[in-house]
């Protein structure tokens, strides 16, 4: 089966650092997607991993272990813009879906 | 660049009424498009993709149904909504022509059932 799993909630404090972990398990997975989505507003793309390892961009950072089924989402120097839902999906090569964990609820706190 | 429009941005509708939400994308060709429903708190849920014109791939049996009349038109249809119909309707689009890339999210439609 298509399973990913995240967890549903998680606070941090403004200027600090968190990880959002994401595990998955998925047949013919082909890449990692980050989303980030403000409450009541459409999802925006974050990342992309297909290689293992870490991606850099700017304060976000992904990182991917195919072997394992894992990724994170790495946040720094939190503003309190940045309290939103973050969603993983499994990119699967065999057809044109994305496979959906339902969401980490990220909450800043000053 | 592209980009990807829908309507009504907010809807409310009585059971049993008809419903009808359009997606329309610019500034790309043959895009893969795909229609996904989120509850309130919740993922989201894919409810129809289509890779072309009149070809569309169902992945929740339901009382809603999807047509793609043009190559970068998307409409979202039912002819009697149920309660459980309610939710945020996401139209998004991806590159087409090959393997599945990144999904770009129109602004959304928030549809109540009442």
């Known amino acids: 089966g298509q399973n990913i799993d995240q967890p549903t909630e998680m606070t941090a404090t403004e200027g600090a650092i968190v990880q959002i972990n994401c595990t998955y398990q998925t047949s013919g997975f082909n890449g990692l997607f980050w989303y980030q989505q403000h409450a009541g507003e459409a999802p925006t793309f974050l990342s992309y991993?297909?290689l293992d390892g870490l991606e850099e961009k700017g304060r976000f950072s992904s990182f991917l272990s195919r072997s394992k089924g894992y990724s994170y989402l790495l946040l720094k120097e939190l503003q309190m813009k940045d309290s939103a839902s973050y969603l993983c999906a499994s990119r699967l090569d065999s057809n044109y879906q994305l496979i959906w964990g339902a969401g980490t609820k990220l909450i800043i706190k000053p | 660049s592209q980009t990807i429009h829908q309507w009504p941005a907010t809807l409310v509708q009585p059971v049993g009424s008809p419903l009808s939400l359009e997606c329309t994308v610019e500034g790309t060709s043959n895009p893969n498009l795909y229609w996904y429903r989120q509850a309130a708190g919740r993922g989201l849920q894919l409810l129809f993709y289509?890779?072309?014109?009149?070809?569309i791939s169902s992945e929740v049996p339901q009382n809603l149904s999807a047509s793609r009349p043009q190559d970068r038109q998307f409409i979202l249809s039912s002819k009697k909504l149920l309660l459980s119909d309610s939710g945020f309707y996401l139209c998004a689009w991806s590159q087409g022509g090959g393997p599945p890339d990144t999904q770009y999210f129109g602004p959304g439609t928030r549809l109540t059932v009442l």
């Open positions: 991993n297909v």
């Open positions: 289509s890779v072309g014109i009149g070809q």
